[in-house]
T-cell receptor
Framework: DTAVSQTPKYLVTQMGNDKSIKCEQN?????MYWYKQDSKKFLKIMFS???????INETVPNRFSPKSPDKAHLNLHINSLELGDSAVYFC??????????????FGPGTRLTVL | KNQVEQSPQSLIILEGKNCTLQ??????????LRWYKQDTGRGPVSLTI?????NTKSNGRYTATLDADTKQSSLHITASQLSDSASYIC????????????FGGGTRLMVKP
């Protein structure tokens, strides 16, 4: 199946732990994103990578570190997890369009719960 | 500050009826506006994308309109089906922001039989 996939789908962990979420796309896109959807359902951009280079880095704590080993993968590592990190994290990908007109395709989301 | 506001927050309609969802934005300079459908527990799926020069775009039973002067958009759903039950999210991109999008909070639509 051509798609954006994320693992795991659910992640429950204790405060203070370090965890990673993986994302892969086989759509041939050169740009990938991480979004956070909070309890009020607002989606906010966290990071964007184009051809493995960081192009958007919103005001995100440095406990969050994205890693792009190649154009098809963008993983998110989170250190010292806090209660406020509980949310649904979405990965997305698109072709790079400078004016932002290209469709972004979203993964199914990873629901992170920090206890 | 770029913002996107949607109304209503939630809506319940009967199967077969039409409905219209609203989106107001303050994103500037405007590049394009998108409507996404997000089913519960899934990622958003794009329905339409409109640039400044487009004032209407259809995708099956979904028709989006854009008034760039008043900075308003609407999504009209015709002959609703149970599968239309989802959140509908209005997303606006600024002209100087590359692929960075500002998301509205969504309208949660429930279609009842």
């Amino acid at each position: 199946d051509t798609a954006v996939s994320q693992t795991p789908k659910y992640l429950v962990t204790q405060m203070g732990n370090d965890k990673s979420i993986k994302c892969e796309q086989n759509l041939g896109h050169d740009t990938m994103y991480w979004y956070k959807q909070d309890s009020k359902k607002f989606l906010k951009i966290m990071f964007s990578y184009n051809n493995k280079e960081l192009i958007i880095n919103e005001t995100v704590p440095n406990r969050f570190s994205p890693k792009s080993p190649d154009k098809a993968h963008l993983n998110l590592h989170i250190n010292s997890l806090e209660l406020g990190d509980s949310a649904v994290y979405f990965c997305a990908s698109s072709h790079w369009a400078g004016k932002g007109t290209d469709t972004q395709y979203f993964g199914p989301g990873t629901r992170l719960t920090v206890l | 500050k770029n913002q996107v506001e949607q109304s209503p927050q939630s809506l319940i309609i009967l199967e077969g009826k039409n409905c219209t969802l609203q989106c107001n934005y303050t994103v500037s300079p405007f590049s394009n506006l998108r409507w996404y459908k997000q089913d519960t527990g899934r990622g958003p799926v794009s329905l339409t994308i409109m640039t400044f020069s487009e004032n209407t775009k259809s995708n099956g039973r979904y028709t989006a309109t854009l008034d760039a002067d008043t900075k308003q958009s609407s999504l009209h759903i015709t002959a609703s089906q149970l599968s239309d039950s989802a959140s509908y999210i209005c997303v606006v991109s600024a002209d100087n922001a590359g692929n960075m999008l500002t998301f509205g909070g969504g309208t949660r639509l429930m279609v009842k039989p």
